[in-house]
């Protein structure tokens, strides 16, 4: 199956229906800015991180809530707009793209600046600005499919970095790691809890943690086989949801907010359009230019 007008639709579509559907995870958890209501920030080795800095916008808005608030407003209704832009067919597309890319590039960066997420768990926000700035079908697909390849790496450059740090070999590397993430929980003697007690049990029981691990290492691995081949593309996306179902359960890390990448996943298979501006409909004998 070719990419059409109507399948790029039907990608935005979705890709707004998984950015809403956590942003009400969100809101319900406490997690908008506003409601977070941050009263510091830290500085990281990162120059991109920086360049946001140099603007001051991060303690402009720290100086009143209702500003929190408007940062989050604009942040989440970008996507919307564009989605309905492009059922016009305006050529505002690029614009909105644009100013979808800069938007998000300002605010995940100011809000993973204070102690509230890490940046890496909102990748997907960064990079699919890209993919919508495209103005032809071609290089909507090439975009695609190269959010598809560094989804991939993300994955793969982590098995590959458990391995290069030996924590793959060593048994009691899970032990440790599932005691300093979990501490507070560990060392609170005034509650009990069954999360407490599972975690308790797994670092006492090396063999099992150190198995988990290595599982987790070797999930990550396999992510290097979308390198060479589409087949497994299913396959990558069902060992990516058990990922993060583990991660939150066990690390209490959560990274929902890089399932849109899963839609490289699943129209991966999708072959390049010949060209950019016809559509064929399902019954191959209608012919649409756009």
């Known amino acids: 199956m070719q990419l059409t007008q109507t399948i790029k639709l039907r990608i935005i579509g979705q890709y707004c229906l998984l950015f809403y559907a956590l942003m009400i995870f969100k809101w319900f958890n406490g997690m908008f800015l506003y409601q977070l209501q941050p009263i510091f920030f830290f500085t ?10 140099l603007t001051n ?4 808005l720290l100086q009143d809530s209702s500003r929190l608030l408007l940062a989050d407003l604009i942040f989440y209704i970008l996507p919307i707009v564009y989605y309905l832009i492009n059922i016009k067919k305006s050529r505002l597309s690029f614009i909105t793209a644009v100013l979808m890319l800069l938007v998000n590039y300002m605010y995940v960066t100011i809000y993973c600046s204070y102690p509230s997420n890490s940046l890496q768990g909102h990748i997907a926000w960064l990079f699919f600005p890209f993919l919508f700035m495209a103005q032809s079908l071609r290089t909507f697909w090439f975009l695609l499919n190269g959010l598809r390849y560094y989804f991939l790496y993300f994955f793969f450059s982590a098995g590959i970095w458990k391995l290069v740090q030996h924590g793959f070999f060593y048994s009691e590397t899970m032990s440790g790691i599932l005691q300093m993430q979990h501490k507070s929980i560990l060392t609170d003697t005034g509650k009990t809890s069954v999360r407490a007690d599972i975690y308790n049990w797994l670092i006492t029981q090396p063999l099992i943690s150190s198995f988990l691990y290595r599982a987790a290492t070797l999930s990550e691995l396999f992510f290097g086989v979308g390198f060479f081949t589409k087949k497994y593309d299913y396959f990558i996306a069902l060992i990516f949801l058990l990922f993060l179902v583990f991660n939150v359960f066990l ?6 907010e890089i399932t849109p990448f899963l839609l490289t996943l699943y129209y991966s298979k999708l072959l390049i359009p ?10 191959n004998k209608t012919l649409i230019t756009i």
């Open 44 to 53: 990281t080795l990162d120059f991109t991180t920086w360049l946001v800095m």
């Open 57 to 60: 916008l991060h303690k402009w």
């Open 251 to 256: 690390m209490r890390i959560s990274y929902w």
């Open 274 to 283: 010949l060209n950019n501006e016809a559509e064929i409909q399902p019954n």
